[in-house]
């Protein structure tokens, strides 16, 4: 079974910078694509970031030309660099496999917190 453990999340002032790990157990997500969602409170958990198995990637247009996803397949392990931090990022973030119209493949994990204040 593959369990998703996301981790680098914090406190950031404006225009500062994280880079978000999500480390998973197995090599069964290696054929997937793998995403990175975010969810502020009250909010719908949306998809930021996606990569596909051959390495193509799209992007939100919030987050757009500030977030830089990458995957190594041989350690398991999808990143999310994100730079030019705003307030409006601020959420938990996790990491997941898109299998389209919402779904996903896996369970969540507990999310790695942003926080993105001055």
């Known amino acids: 079974q593959v369990q998703l453990a996301e981790s680098g999340g914090g406190l950031v002032q404006p225009g500062g910078s994280l880079r978000l790990s999500c480390a998973a157990s197995g090599r069964i997500f290696n054929i997937y694509a793998m995403g990175w969602y975010r969810q502020a409170p009250g909010k719908q958990r949306e998809l930021v970031a996606r990569i596909s198995s051959g390495g193509s990637i799209d992007y939100a247009d919030s987050v757009k030309g500030r977030f830089t996803i990458s995957r190594d397949n041989a350690k398991n392990t999808v990143y999310l660099q994100m730079d030019s931090l705003k307030p409006e990022d601020t959420g938990v973030y996790y990491c997941?496999?898109?299998?389209?119209?919402?779904?996903?493949?896996?369970?969540w994990g507990q999310g790695t917190q942003v926080t993105v204040s001055s």
């Open positions: 997941n496999a898109p299998y389209g119209s919402g779904i996903v493949r896996y369970n």
